[in-house]
T-cell receptor, first 110, second 113 residues
Framework: QKEVEQDPGPLSVPEGAIVSLNCTYSNSAFQYFMWYRQYSRKGPELLMYTYSSGNKEDGRFTAQVDKSSKYISLFIRDSQPSDSATYLCAMMDNTGKLIFGQGTTLQVKP | GAVVSQHPSWVICKSGTSVKIECRSLDFQATTMFWYRQFPKQSLMLMATSNEGSKATYEQGVEKDKFLINHASLTLSTLTVTSAHPEDSSFYIC?????????FGPGTRLTVT
């Protein structure tokens, strides 16, 4: 079993839809949770960063962490074609290393 | 925001030669940088952790003599792929740590012919 599980998709939605992306993990020691967006042939871009359980909102993006269920989510409201990318969840272990999910490919159709 | 650059962005080299990739944190100092490798349609695979002023820590299965890492200053880490072979062709990405956050460079595409 991988430490971090993420459905690779692809996920296709119409423009304006609410997108829900999720990851589960097995290591209860994870404290920091990140979401990265990666466009093709580019480096990942940090979108959201959350410490421990709770919600965090930034514009159209909301990150949720439920440590009791070992489940994290990223919601994108009013999705745009420019949101089409691969979304990677990542968790930091106690050595400072990031453990990534497989990434979910999202396509937002105009 | 925190910016990380990589150079070159794309390199083609012949089998048997060595290639050096630079990773720089432009507007912050990073005592720790990371090097990743990414194959098409796959997630990032951590190769090594680079600490300023000390030896890099390599992940299991990564050949330290083949992938030489030098973190000579708080803003620069280099990855040298020695005696490159076609199977080393990949997308190499570095990141720099700022607090609990990691910021990634744009990546370097290496093609070994």
């Amino acid at each position: 079993q991988k430490e971090v599980e993420q459905d690779p998709g692809p996920l296709s939605v119409p423009e304006g839809a609410i997108v829900s992306l999720n990851c589960t993990y097995s290591n209860s020691a994870f404290q920091y949770f990140m979401w990265y967006r990666q466009y093709s042939r580019k480096g990942p871009e940090l979108l959201m960063y959350t410490y421990s359980s709770g919600n965090k909102e930034d514009g159209r993006f909301t990150a949720q962490v439920d440590k009791s269920s070992k489940y994290i989510s990223l919601f994108i409201r009013d999705s745009q074609p420019s949101d089409s990318a691969t979304y990677l969840c990542a968790m930091m272990d106690n050595t400072g290393k990031l453990i990534f999910g497989q990434g979910t490919t999202l396509q937002v159709k105009p | 925001g925190a910016v990380v650059s990589q150079h070159p962005s794309w390199v083609i080299c012949k089998s048997g030669t060595s290639v050096k990739i630079e990773c720089r944190s432009l507007d912050f100092q990073a005592t720790t940088m990371f090097w990743y490798r990414q194959f098409p349609k796959q997630s990032l695979m951590l190769m090594a952790t680079s600490n300023e002023g000390s030896k890099a820590t390599y992940e299991q299965g990564v050949e330290k003599d083949k992938f030489l890492i030098n973190h000579a200053s708080l803003t620069l880490s280099t990855l040298t792929v020695t005696s490159a072979h076609p199977e080393d062709s990949s997308f190499y990405i570095c990141s720099a740590r700022l607090g609990a956050e990691q910021y990634f460079g744009p990546g370097t595409r290496l093609t070994v012919t």
